[in-house]
């Protein structure tokens, strides 16, 4: 299983790299990305995981076809007023704030395709295409939004939380990646990394 582990970390590794490349061209800024987090855990044992309360604005797409799960990206609320100024025209006068029609509709299309990249490369890994639906952009406390994300999961069987923070240093932008894996997904992943195990030891 720690084999298996270390492959899935290698995945999350390389999917999230690909999504914070994709921002990293949008902005035309560095990215710094920390290794991903892997962590098996009950939804009723999330709040204890993720206690934050701390505002941020999460761009998320449930995963329709290839695996099932999701994955989120997390803005904190400074960031995402940071990341809306560097999008717009820097000659456009009235520059809209983060939480205007236009400022949400600049962080729902970033996004979407941090996330579209993100389940590209995890399309290469699985050999199915990993397709993302349609991004909701929803605000509040991280935790909430973790929550809602599992709360029609059984609170009882076990899930794969997947994290991985990325910051741009110049205008101070952090956020986050999730990967939220079900029962279901984290079995499929693990037969993947079976095959992968065998080929290897071929």
Do not use: W
């Not at 999330?46 to 449930?62: A, F, M």
């Not at 923070?165 to 999730?178: D, T």
């Amino acid at each position: 299983m720690k084999d298996e582990m270390d492959i899935l970390r290698e995945v999350s590794s390389i999917a999230a790299a690909h999504g914070s490349r994709a921002l990293s061209e949008m902005l035309k800024k560095r990215i710094n990305l920390s290794l991903p987090n892997l962590e098996s855990v009950r939804p009723r044992d999330l709040n204890s995981k993720i206690s934050t309360d701390t505002p941020v604005i999460s761009v998320q797409s449930r995963i329709l076809s290839g695996t099932s799960g999701n994955i989120i990206l997390i803005l904190e609320e400074q960031s995402a007023f940071q990341l809306v100024s560097i999008c717009y025209s820097n000659n456009q006068k009235d520059k809209p704030g983060a939480f205007t029609e236009m400022g949400l509709s600049v962080i729902k299309e970033i996004g979407n395709v941090v996330i579209g990249s993100y389940a590209g490369a995890l399309s290469i890994f699985l050999k199915a295409p990993v397709v993302p639906s349609i991004p909701t952009l929803i605000n509040g406390p991280l935790a909430e939004i973790i929550h809602s994300v599992t709360s029609s999961y059984d609170k009882e069987e076990s899930i794969l939380l997947i994290e991985a923070f990325f910051e741009e240093v110049e205008r101070r932008i952090k956020g986050g990646l999730y990967f939220i894996l079900t029962p279901a997904a984290m079995k499929e992943i693990q037969e993947a990394c079976e095959k992968i195990l065998k080929s290897l030891g071929e």
